[in-house]
């Protein structure tokens, strides 16, 4: 049965526009078939905890011989890392908050990748190779080439590095962008780019969810 990953992260429970395209990608997922499955994670609703012990970044064998880890915090890694290794697609949430990660997100990816276990560090070990994960990322404000905050965006590259060069998952990446051009006045003039930049990814993401993992 096809399964879908799909994370979510933003702190806004009300009108996200991340969450607004995580749950079309899902819907859209879903109508491709009754075997089409979907498991949620929501890190903002439920947090998954700072990484406990730097240990848990290394597969049990590179550990520094003679420190425990604690066996709780290293159950919930391996919740998450199983959840990624059964999904067909991952589709996750990624809004810019302060030019980089929420905090949430970025500790899930401190529990999947570990060296030795999902990335390769002394063997070939990869599991995750070739799975698609989609990273919708929204911002307020606009990072593209010629923008005047181009250069800025910390949010997609990291994504980009830990789950693409290091995992080796298939990335594909779909933003909308100037979020706040409807509630700071003085974006106001950026408001027809927001509506065609959130159109546009509308359509991506109903185009992605139809065509991955087939
Ligand atoms: C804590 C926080 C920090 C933010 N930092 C930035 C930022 O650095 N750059 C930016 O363009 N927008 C920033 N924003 C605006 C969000 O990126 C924007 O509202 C986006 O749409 C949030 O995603 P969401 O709609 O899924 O919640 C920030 C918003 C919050 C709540």
């Given at each position: 049965?096809?399964?879908?990953l ?9 009108t996200?526009v ?8 899902a ?32 597969a ?5 011989s003679?420190?425990?880890?604690d066996p ?8 998450l ?11 996750i949430?990624?809004?810019?908050y ?13 529990h ?9 560090f ?7 190779a ?29 994504l980009?590095?830990v ?22 006045p ?16 509308r359509?991506?993401?109903q185009r992605?969810?139809?065509?991955l993992?087939?």
């Amino acid at each position: 049965m096809p399964q879908l990953l799909q994370l979510d992260s933003s702190a806004n429970r009300q009108t996200s526009v991340t969450r607004e395209l995580t749950r079309l990608f899902a819907d859209t997922w879903r109508r491709r078939g009754p075997g089409y499955t979907v498991v949620e994670r929501d890190l903002h609703r439920d947090p998954v905890p700072h990484l406990a012990d730097a240990e848990l970044h290394y597969a049990p064998r590179l550990r520094v011989s003679g420190v425990a880890v604690d066996p709780a915090a290293e159950a919930v890694q391996t919740e998450l890392v199983a959840e990624v290794a059964v999904a067909d697609v991952v589709v996750i949430g990624a809004p810019m908050y302060n030019w980089s990660l929420p905090s949430t997100l970025k500790a899930w990816i401190d529990h999947v990748h570990v060296l030795g276990t999902t990335v390769p560090f002394d063997a070939p070990d990869q599991p995750f190779a070739g799975t698609p994960v989609v990273v919708i990322s929204s911002r307020g404000l606009a990072y593209g080439p010629g923008d005047p905050d181009e250069g800025l965006d910390h949010t997609v590259p990291p994504l980009q590095q830990v789950l693409g060069t290091s995992l080796g998952m298939d990335v594909t990446v779909v933003t909308a962008e100037y979020t706040l051009a409807s509630r700071i006045p003085a974006l106001a003039p950026m408001n027809e780019r927001s509506t065609a930049s959130l159109d546009a990814a509308r359509e991506r993401v109903q185009r992605l969810a139809h065509d991955l993992g087939a």
